[in-house]
Antibody, heavy 124, light 107 residues
Framework: EVQLVESGGGLVQPGGSLRLSCAAS????????MDWVRQAPGKGLEWVGR??????????EYAASVKGRFIISRDDSKNLLYLQMNTLKIEDTAVYYC???????????????WGQGTLVTVSS | DIQLTQSPSFLSASVGDRVTITCRAS??????LAWFQQKPGKAPKLLIY???TLQSGVPSRFSGSGSGTEFTLTISSLQPEDFATYYC?????????FGPGTKVDVK
């Protein structure tokens, strides 16, 4: 059974840093691209960024709102995905989800499994 | 960047109703679109990808159609467990934008 479990959320002051983790199990983690998506309280979904697999040199993509402040990384030996969040702003307050990207024969990938989310609150 | 709009933003419906939600893209995205369902306090759930392909395990009352810039999600006969918020997402390049969502609630 595919499982994604986020951790590391909490309360942090503006300007601070936090690292989220996503523990994956039930599939070959190293094969897949992985993404982060967030949802501010009462708001819609916002894509945060992606990390590709080793075959694609672990390259990353980021939303403009987080580029230069957030870093996505992974440890395939531990089946862990990370989101390092720096210079946090009040507007970064959200539930952060990790999601598995499934690359189908159709040619595009889509998010077929999601974690339960972890809440990050940025407040003084 | 590709922008997505959804209509309506809110929809009141009864069990058994046929429900249609529209998603429009700011530029053509072929069939590179997915639909998700989200219930309060839960993670989104994939319903449809490639605009019209039903994800495994999703009931057949859900269907998707469209290509280019206009897409629809249809629930043929609304069930009690379908009251939720629905999001579209494009799968063509970056950023992987989501639509603003359509909340389906009880009439």
């Amino acid at each position: 059974e595919v499982q994604l479990v986020e951790s590391g959320g909490g309360l942090v002051q503006p300007g601070g840093s936090l690292r989220l983790s996503c523990a994956a199990s039930g599939f070959t983690f190293s094969d897949h691209y992985m993404d982060w998506v967030r949802q501010a309280p009462g708001k819609g979904l916002e894509w945060v960024g992606r990390i590709r697999n080793k075959a694609n040199r672990y390259t990353t993509e980021y939303a403009a709102s987080v580029k230069g402040r957030f870093i996505i990384s992974r440890d395939d030996s531990k089946n862990l995905l990370y989101l390092q969040m720096n210079t946090l702003k009040i507007e970064d307050t959200a539930v952060y989800y990790c999601a598995r990207a499934y690359s189908s024969a159709w040619g595009k990938d889509y998010f077929d499994y999601w974690g339960q989310g972890t809440l990050v609150t940025v407040s003084s | 960047d590709i922008q997505l709009t959804q209509s309506p933003s809110f929809l009141s419906a009864s069990v058994g109703d046929r429900v249609t939600i529209t998603c429009r893209a700011s530029q053509g995205i072929d069939s590179y679109l997915a639909w998700f369902q989200q219930k309060p306090g839960k993670a989104p759930k994939l319903l449809i990808y490639a605009a019209s392909t039903l994800q495994s395990g999703v009931p057949s009352r859900f269907s998707g159609s469209g290509s280019g810039t206009e897409f629809t999600l249809t629930i043929s006969s609304l069930q009690p467990e379908d009251f939720a918020t629905y999001y579209c997402q494009h799968l063509n390049g970056y950023p992987r934008t989501f639509g603003p969502g359509t909340k389906v609630d009880v009439k």
